[in-house]
């Protein structure tokens, strides 16, 4: 999910108060990126225990036949289930923060990593390798960073036209 918000000088990624950029202009585009994850509510675990406990029931025939790997496998992939639940239940959500104002570009994402580039001679590509994928990098001479990797596909589609004319903005 993408939130859309106006500039402003004393959020911590604006910039400078030296630049000189006038304080009373706050036009641009800034779009915090967070990966949508939702978790799992009380019904739905309460499923997956259900479906445990017939993995187990299941696994009790072939026990009986003298298989006793198959229970200890059936355990074994519903413990793994559970700890993958509860380890993406407490891990923090991707997210990036792009912002475009007064001919610049900013990108940061999760794990702290900045780029700053002019907007004069950035431009966006969206690169399609298959219907599936899209790709969203911001070019320019000095570097080039992929932005919206948290998002999915329609949100990145969405994200083209307003990136695009932020960037003719910035250009002005």
């Known amino acids: ?6 500039r402003s000088p004393e959020r911590p990624f604006a ?3 030296s630049s000189d950029v006038p304080q009373g202009d706050h036009a641009g585009l800034v779009l915090h990126m967070r990966e949508n994850r939702s ?3 009380e019904p ?5 225990a259900v479906l ?11 026990a009986l036949s003298g298989h006793w790997l198959v229970p200890a496998y059936c ?6 289930l559970v700890f993958a639940l509860e380890y993406h239940k407490r891990s923090k959500p991707a997210g990036e923060v792009l912002e475009i104002a007064h001919g610049t570009i900013r ?5 702290g990593n900045a780029t700053h580039m002019p907007c004069r001679f950035a431009k966006l590509d969206a690169q399609a390798p298959t219907p599936s994928s899209l790709r969203l990098i911001l070019h320019s001479p000095k570097a080039s960073v992929e932005i919206g990797r948290c998002l999915g596909l329609e949100e990145r589609q969405a994200l083209i036209p307003l990136i695009a004319s ?4 910035g250009r002005r």
């Open 1 to 6: 999910m993408y939130e859309i918000l106006c």
């Open 15 to 17: 910039l400078s108060a």
């Open 39 to 41: 978790h799992f509510s």
């Open 44 to 48: 739905a675990r309460q499923t997956f």
């Open 52 to 62: 445990g406990a017939m993995m187990m029931a299941l696994s009790i025939l072939p």
């Open 75 to 80: 355990l074994m992939a519903m413990g793994a």
């Open 107 to 111: 990108h940061r994402d999760a794990y």
């Open 166 to 169: 932020a960037l003719s903005q």
